[in-house]
């Protein structure tokens, strides 16, 4: 009974706090050119992306939009040790570039100006902590395809969290698909492998219990016949 309890707080924590979570795109870390962009479907819905940045890499994203179209983008870092002063730039590369390097684009260039450690926020859903960046509002100048280029200037590695868009879009056959996965590839990204082995001891708990509680009663009535059968005799 007490397990049970504990698997129904735990789901209603994440659905109690499931407005506050971006839908997770995953990817296979293959998006480093402008060729290889990684698809953000619209980039209005607010998503979300954890990468994994190495050392003179840059990560790009794609989305198309229109005239008129509000965008937002941010950035964060896991609040994890040796992550402090981990600031990647932002890039924002119109839909008339030429070439293949972000040096030869028509480019908006955001880099984080501010103080470490910077402000952090704690999300809820992921129960993690994070460093915040820099931010990206804007107005679309032209219809057309979008590009987003992260690249670290300083060429160290780390971790960042990429946002879009403001629009949380949530159905409800996501709090069985979506949600439950992003909060396990959120405990990946942040190396948080005791959560995901309390996890796992919990549905196995769930699962073996009443297996266990039916071989108990089955052993049981086996005894008890046979020592009516015993008594007869």
């Known amino acids: 009974m007490k397990v049970i309890f504990t698997i129904a707080l735990v789901v209603a924590l994440m659905m109690t706090n499931s407005a506050y979570a ?11 050119d402008f060729d290889s962009a990684l698809n953000i479907p619209d980039h ?3 998503w979300a992306v954890y990468e994994n940045l190495g ?25 994890m040790e040796g992550l402090e002063e981990y600031a990647p730039t932002m890039f924002l590369v119109s839909n008339e570039f030429q070439g293949d390097s972000i040096e ?12 470490f450690p910077s402000s952090e926020f704690y999300e809820p859903f992921g129960q993690v902590t994070y460093w915040e960046r820099q931010e990206i509002t804007t107005e679309i100048p032209t ?9 670290d200037e300083k060429n160290q590695s ?10 949380e879009d949530f159905s409800g056959e996501d709090f069985l698909t979506i949600l439950p996965q992003a909060w396990f590839e959120t405990k990946l990204f942040v190396n948080d492998y005791a959560s ?24 049981k009535r086996g005894n008890i016949v046979e020592l009516k059968s015993k008594d007869f005799n």
């Open 104 to 115: 030869s684009q028509d480019v908006q260039k955001y880099p984080y100006v501010g103080e």
């Open 158 to 167: 780390g971790k960042y969290s990429l946002a879009i868009g403001t629009i």
């Open 55 to 79: 050392a003179n890499k840059a990560k790009y994203y794609k989305f198309d939009a229109l005239k008129g179209d509000s965008l937002y983008a941010s950035l964060v870092i896991p609040k």
């Open 196 to 219: 995901i082995a309390v996890f796992f001891a919990v549905i196995i708990s769930i699962i073996a219990i009443p297996i266990l509680v039916a071989l108990k009663k089955k052993f």
């Open 143 to 151: 219809d057309g395809q979008y590009f987003i280029v992260v690249s």
């Open 44 to 46: 209005k819905i607010s």
């Open 22 to 32: 971006h839908k997770l795109i995953l990817h296979d870390e293959s998006h480093r």
